[in-house]
């Protein structure tokens, strides 16, 4: 067969399936009866369907007929192909799954050959789109679930969180001012095992604070002291970072490193930067407003393809009962022929495609 020498290669999917490289030559493969499993079918035309052929294309010829167990078979070709597509294309997997290529398109329309009836591929192809726009059509109820979530429960939230903590920041920022007239140079008072200490040096506080904190349980936040009329606190945690807290109104935090004039550095800037928190804090409060108002636009949007999804719907429906009538009245045509067809029926039909072959010559 490589050499060219004999023309017609007969045989099984084991025994002319993996690791038979007779590509050389191949011009036509023929299908004469369906294997149980895409794979076979994928073996049998990788077998001329490969780099090392000398030829362009390979014409591919699937026999069926007529009133046989072929329409079957071909049906659990498609669907397994099918499922197969789903999970090898990353898909949603969903209990029906969608035609997604080329090779269970093919199966589908060798099904609709041997059953001899135009109107089951049109059948086919409707289920295939009311499918497709039904995932559409839920994709599209879902979304809408989760914007009606949006503007009635979640943005509103949101606002109201945002209001509140802008109002304690207010309050907070007119309580370093009024501090800060009252006490403008550097204090800070820590809670020791003596009693509550103030420190007006950087260094001497720094230092105390950090050994009380050396003292603080990790995963709690501990009271330490106070600052500028705001409770100073720690917030230690086994892993990660550990905080300073300032808390007024609301809670203001600042990383805590080892150096004790570091720390009292950025306490003095975390208190100076309180009223900084208003104008993002407004912001965000817009920016949930726009969101808010986007979601309902958004959720009084139609689905668009509700009209294509109806008439679909409905020509399928008409198909099943044209169909249903028509299986009725051959049932006895069908008995009648029994006798008839008891010897091995011939190939009446016969599906074909050609496929391109990649670049290069090189066999595998």
């Known amino acids: 067969m490589r050499s060219g020498r004999k023309k017609i290669l007969i045989g099984s999917t084991d025994q002319c399936g993996t690791g038979v490289n007779v590509q050389a030559h191949i011009t036509a493969m023929h299908h004469v009866d369906c294997p149980w499993k895409p794979s076979c079918i994928e073996q049998r035309e990788g077998r001329g369907v490969r780099q090392g052929n000398e030829n362009d294309e390979v014409a591919i010829y699937r026999y069926v007929t007529k009133g046989t167990f072929d329409a079957y ?79 009635m429960i979640r943005y509103p939230k949101l606002i109201k ?88 109104k609301t809670d203001y935090k600042a990383e805590l490193s080892s150096s004790p004039v570091g720390n009292m550095v950025k306490l003095e800037n975390l208190c100076h930067g309180i009223s900084v928190n208003i104008a993002e804090l407004e912001k965000r409060i817009e920016q949930y407003q726009r969101d808010m108002e986007q979601s309902k636009q958004e959720y009084e949007k139609p689905f668009t393809q509700e009209d294509e999804l109806n008439e679909k719907t409905a020509r399928l429906n008409e198909l099943n009962v044209q169909l249903d009538l028509e299986n009725g009245k051959t049932e006895e045509i069908d008995l009648c022929e029994k006798q008839d067809n008891a010897r091995v029926a011939e190939p009446d039909s016969y599906h074909a495609d050609y496929r391109s072959l990649p670049p290069g010559k090189e066999g595998r």
């Open 161 to 248: 969180a945002a209001t509140a903590k802008l109002e304690c920041v207010r309050e907070d920022t007119k309580a370093v001012e009024a501090a800060l007239i009252a006490e403008p140079d550097f204090a800070i008072t820590i809670d020791t095992a003596g009693g509550s200490v103030k420190f007006t040096e950087r260094t001497d506080g720094g230092t105390v604070m950090l050994q009380e904190i050396s003292k603080c349980k990790n995963s709690e936040t501990t009271h330490i002291g106070s600052y500028k009329g705001f409770e100073l606190l720690v917030e230690k945690k086994i892993i990660g970072m550990d905080y300073m807290v300032l808390r007024g």
């Open 73 to 151: 078979s071909w049906s659990l070709i498609e669907n397994k192909q099918r499922f197969i597509s789903q999970v090898m294309t990353s898909r949603a997997v969903s209990r029906t799954c969608e035609d997604i290529d080329e090779a269970t398109l093919s199966y589908a329309e060798i099904k609709a050959v041997a059953t001899g009836n135009p109107l089951i591929k049109e059948k086919m192809q409707l289920e295939n789109d009311v499918q497709r726009l039904k995932m559409l059509k839920s994709s599209y109820d879902s979304q809408r679930y989760s914007l009606q979530d949006n503007f």
